[in-house]
């Protein structure tokens, strides 16, 4: 049995999907964190469930969207989960008669009673259920109260659809939803009223499914004639859409009268909250001060000594663990060097930033989850908006802080294309988690004393060139078409420990799973171009496969200030992974008993040329697995290789500005 | 006319055809259309975006579009 989970964006389905399926996926406070359908199985294995992006309506405007409409039209689905937002169920209801009309047995789940309650709305769930005529369970999404009951009614209930009509369009529109049905008789599965009706409302998914089955000029001109009568007909009705929008309300409001009790209540804290971050003049500074904050703690108080403490464990215990189990079992010297120069160095190297990334993650799950992110997008919208973006592109990026591959895949929701598609070049420059390893290495050896301050200077810096080359996009390659602004501004939510744990951790294990795969693999086979030569084995590192290739691109990186060929073939790694960066270091820089990559730095780099490294490594090139994405998500091979060449172009000509810029001032 | 709002001012909204049709929808879908009681709830500086309340939901929308919104005092 296949369950779609339906319902309006924000309302908590993939809270409840989690609940009901026992999985993990990305949950968060604002509008469009689902962005794909998600397929799960039910706990009590009696079905599947398929988690959708939020919508509003059937009819789509931005990609999200579209993911729902074509999925109700190209896929089986034989049961539909609503859930509603009590908290706003006028709105919620519009999305819940279209999904009726598609006459498929349907359930809702309504879902926070508790903010209703809150704001003095009182719903009587058992006379909703009677005038809707399906099953209405409450529950807590977040909590996972009241899901036992709604899989049990999932289970139970009948497979017949009462079909129960709860519009009528009147005689004009009803008669064009008989006559379509009429042509379709025995061409679709799909109910003829619920595809007319879309059809009215200007759905264009709808429109080209009917065209493959009625000729579509019949459509058009049945669709015209429609419009006018119905216009002619009432005199405040404007479009065909809008008048079956007005023909829904009035049932809504019926619906409503019966079945729901308003009381006057306090301004909600959520409001009072509001009127300090989003204040005319400390919107900003809240804003960067949070940001601050989150990167004194990741790199200074907290972060750092954790580091250092984990780095002395791996350095220390760890490492004289292995040598001791090798010695005991005559390890030959190949296994020896490979294991304590190749994996503990590469795999180490990379492991000892955890903590750091968890921090991170931990504040970007924070400001997901407490609905601070859509108030930051309002906040970001007056800057956005002058470089050709909106306030919403924001969004993306800062989720690409934590990892570009999922921003740029947030990128979804914006709802113009050319928007859309600078957001997902743009994406790439946001300093991601696998980048912050190389800075907490290199600060950590050039910049003490500010170590917070500089590594911010990295991000702002992503940000800016960000900003710089959105306005150079929208004055060249994609000039502008309307831009698109309206962001709904969810009630803020305290987080709960238990889910600011779960999703802090669902992105930080992605982290250490790839230090055991990826970076593992990845470390055996630079360490062997470290260890092979084309003099043979156990050759001299100056001499090996590695420097070799390293010493190819060496000299193009002089001018920028690292014209080492251990940089160069860092660089080349960074391209797999950007963590790969640092194993690359650690092996290649293998650091004897008592030293530290970190004292080892500074005899490769001067503090402007570690500097200039941090920038190209902040710009130089998307990962492989965001390429990937750029790819699936513009299907474009032209964008792809654009994102990738234009990164390297401004890294080099950034790089180049600040070393040589750097050195006629007097730095080194 | 919102453009003349303060914050905290009230207002139904008596035509909203004026603004585009993309933005129409989506305030549409979120239940705010002619005959919706709005309150504004904060003005972002340098021409930014504004914060509008209806029905206790909070919808963020950019100045230019929200002053071709017909609005009367309430």
Same mark, same amino acid.
């Given at each position: 049995m296949e369950i779609a989970l339906i319902g309006n964006p924000n309302t908590g389905k993939t809270s409840l999907f989690n609940n009901l399926t026992g999985s993990y996926e990305y949950v968060g406070n604002?509008?469009?964190? !689902?962005v794909e359908k998600k397929v799960g199985v039910f706990k009590n294995n009696k079905g599947r469930l398929i988690d959708l992006p939020g919508v509003y309506s059937l009819n789509p405007l931005s990609k999200d969207e579209g993911v729902v409409t074509s999925f109700f039209l190209k896929e089986p689905v034989d049961r539909l989960l609503n859930i509603l937002d009590a908290s706003q169920l006028e709105r919620n209801l519009h999305l819940t008669l279209q999904l009726l009309e598609y006459e498929k047995p349907a359930l809702i789940g309504l879902n926070m009673v508790d903010v209703a309650t809150k704001r003095g709305i009182q719903i009587d769930t058992e006379k909703l259920s009677q005038i809707l005529g399906v099953p209405v369970v409450p529950v807590v999404a977040r909590s996972g109260k009241g899901c036992d009951r709604l899989i049990e009614v999932i289970s139970t209930s009948s497979n017949h659809s009462k079909v129960k009509r709860h519009v009528y369009y009147g005689n004009a529109v009803e008669d064009a939803i008989n006559k379509i049905g009429i042509e379709l008789i025995g061409k679709t599965d799909h109910s003829p009223r619920w595809l007319a009706i879309q059809l009215f409302e200007g759905n264009d998914y709808v429109k080209s499914y009917l065209s493959d089955l009625v000729e579509a000029h019949k459509l058009e001109t049945l669709i015209t004639q429609l419009e006018s009568v119905v216009i002619n007909e009432y005199n405040n009705v404007k479009s065909l859409a809008n008048y079956i929008y007005v023909k829904r309300k009035e049932v809504i409001e019926k619906i409503l009268k019966a079945s729901v009790q308003k009381m006057k209540t306090s301004e909600p804290l959520s409001e009072k909250i509001d009127a300090i971050v !989003?204040?005319?003049?400390l919107g900003m500074p809240i804003f960067l001060l949070c940001m601050y904050l989150m990167f004194m703690l990741t790199f200074d108080w907290l972060g750092t000594p954790l580091s250092d403490v984990l780095d002395g464990l791996l350095t220390g215990p760890v490492t004289i663990g292995f040598e001791s189990i090798l010695n005991a079992i005559n390890a030959s010297d190949f296994i020896h060097a490979l294991i304590i120069e190749g994996l503990i160095a590469g795999v180490g190297g990379v492991l000892v930033f955890v903590p750091q990334i968890f921090i991170l993650f931990f504040f970007i799950s924070l400001l997901e989850d407490s609905g601070y992110m859509a108030r930051v997008a309002l906040v970001m919208d007056r800057i956005m908006e002058s470089v050709g973006l909106n306030g919403k592109a924001f969004i993306p990026m800062m989720i690409g802080f934590g990892c570009n591959v999922p921003g740029i895949m947030a990128a979804r929701t914006i709802e113009t294309p050319r928007e859309r598609l600078m957001t997902i070049l743009l994406t790439p420059l946001m300093s991601c988690s696998a980048r912050l390893p190389v800075y907490a290495l290199f600060v950590g050896a050039f910049f003490v004393g500010h170590k917070a301050l500089v590594v911010l200077s990295l991000y702002v810096l992503g940000i800016v060139v960000a900003l710089i080359l959105a306005k150079i996009f929208t004055k060249t390659l994609l000039k502008s078409e309307t831009s698109l602004f309206v962001i709904e501004l969810p009630p803020y939510r305290l987080p709960q420990v238990q889910s600011l744990w779960r999703s802090t951790w669902d992105k930080g294990k992605g982290f250490v799973r790839k230090a055991g795969t990826f970076i593992f693999a990845g470390s055996v086979f630079i360490w062997l171009l470290s260890y092979a030569g084309p003099n043979g084995l156990k050759v001299d590192m100056d001499d090996s496969f590695l420097a070799m290739i390293g010493n190819l691109f060496a000299p193009l990186l002089e001018p920028i200030g690292f014209g080492t060929w251990q940089a160069a073939a860092s660089l080349i790694t960074g391209f797999l992974a950007k963590e790969a960066i640092i194993s690359t270091m650690n092996i290649i820089y293998f650091v004897p008993e008592n030293a530290s990559l970190q004292g080892l730095l500074s005899d490769y780099f001067t503090p402007l040329a570690a500097y200039s490294f941090m920038v190209f490594i902040l710009l130089y090139i998307p990962c492989l697995a965001t390429a990937a994405t750029i790819y699936k998500e513009t299907g474009s091979r032209k964008w792809t290789a654009f994102s990738i060449l234009y990164a390297l172009f401004i890294a080099y000509i950034l790089c180049l500005v600040i070393y040589q810029g750097g050195k006629l001032f007097g730095l080194v | 006319m919102f453009g003349t709002f303060k914050v905290g001012e009230k207002g139904i909204i008596v035509n909203i055809s004026k603004v585009g049709q993309m933005v129409q929808r989506r305030l549409l879908d979120l239940g705010? !259309?002619?005959g919706s009681e709005v309150c504004v709830k904060c003005i972002m500086p340098f021409g930014g975006p504004v914060m509008i309340e209806s029905c206790g939901q909070c919808v963020g929308l950019r100045r230019k579009e929200a002053c071709l919104i017909e609005v009367e005092r309430v």
């Open positions: 604002w509008s469009g964190v !689902t !989003t204040n005319r003049y | 705010i !259309t002619e």
